[in-house]
């Protein structure tokens, strides 16, 4: 694996790669990897000829400087998995590099960006839109991967690209859970084993809901589930969301697509989830 901390020396390289008539796939990360975002590798391996990870703890996304220092990084132990995934390219930039000093701009894509995590993380959207804005301006992939598991910044980014007309397509990547069903995150990593235990709450509810899912009955499957969450020791919820799926407002009698989200805290730890509840898979 090819592993370039510079923009020029990355795009020098890219534009071997495109020469050569290799189509690019991109995985942006912020490290610390674990099996879901490997997971990504591999779809992005199917698709693309040549994969370029990106590890980046970017810290305009983060509203809490508290949440960016204890930020796990892993990196050593990052780029044996990388290798092991047979990844083709790693950027690994520093600070300086994606960003030039105190920059105040940012995009404003409506709406979305402002709803669930974006009322609960004030200004995270803008700092997401603006690292992967530079990060499809340097790397200019033909496909980009993503994971449900941040679904919001799936829809987010996709308005992005289709507001921007960036020419990239966007593939959303399954949810990769623990045996027991907690889903993958690297902050996992600063759970305790009995924090960890109790957020089993949060993937047994979602499933819970799936199971009882009708259009009918969305106001009753919020309210339990919001019980479900709150009557379980040491998690806080911060919200349970039944909603469109492209709008994140409440599920209409006609919306296409209807997800359930959540993000509540397990001791210290922020955590999320969601799942798909309509179409069924
Ligand atoms: P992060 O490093 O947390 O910013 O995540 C990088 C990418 O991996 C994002 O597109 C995430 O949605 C995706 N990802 C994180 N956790 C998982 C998971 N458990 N399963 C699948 N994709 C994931």
């Known amino acids: 694996m090819k592993i370039f901390t510079t923009r020029e020396a990355l795009q020098k390289h890219l534009l071997l790669t495109r020469a050569a008539n290799k189509t690019i796939g991109l995985v942006p990360t912020m490290g610390a990897l674990h099996q879901g975002h490997l997971s990504l590798i591999k779809q992005a391996k199917d698709h693309d000829d040549e994969i370029v990870c990106t590890i980046f703890v ?39 590099e994606m960003y030039d000093g105190n920059e105040q701009w940012h995009l404003d894509i409506g709406q979305l960006e402002n709803l669930l995590e974006g009322k609960f993380r004030p200004g995270h959207y803008q700092g997401v839109t603006q690292i992967v804005y530079k990060l499809f301006t340097l790397v200019k992939p033909d496909t980009a991967f993503f994971g449900q598991k941040d679904y919001q910044q799936c829809l987010v980014i996709s308005k992005m690209v289709e507001l921007l007309k960036i020419p990239v397509k966007l593939i959303m990547c399954p949810i990769k859970r623990e045996p027991d069903g907690l889903a993958m995150s690297s902050r996992n990593i600063h759970l305790t084993p009995d924090n960890h235990h109790h957020a089993l709450i949060l993937s047994t509810t979602l499933n819970w809901v799936k199971s009882n899912f009708d259009h009918g009955k969305i106001t009753t499957l919020k309210k339990t589930a919001e019980s479900m969450i709150s009557n379980e020791p040491g998690i806080e919820l911060e919200y349970f969301e039944i909603v469109d799926g492209d709008t994140l407002l409440p599920a209409v009698e006609d919306s296409k697509k209807i997800v359930a989200l959540v993000a509540a805290r397990a001791g210290k730890t922020r955590l999320i989830d969601n799942v798909i509840l309509s179409p069924k898979s």
């Not at 220092?69 to 995934?85: F, N, V």
């Not at 047979?86 to 300086?96: A, G, I, Q, R, S």
């Open 58 to 96: 970017n810290p305009t996304q983060f509203n809490d400087p508290k949440d960016l220092e204890k930020y796990p990084r892993t990196i050593e132990a990052d780029i044996q998995m990388l290798e092991q995934a047979n990844c083709d390219v790693l950027f690994n930039p520093d600070e300086k």
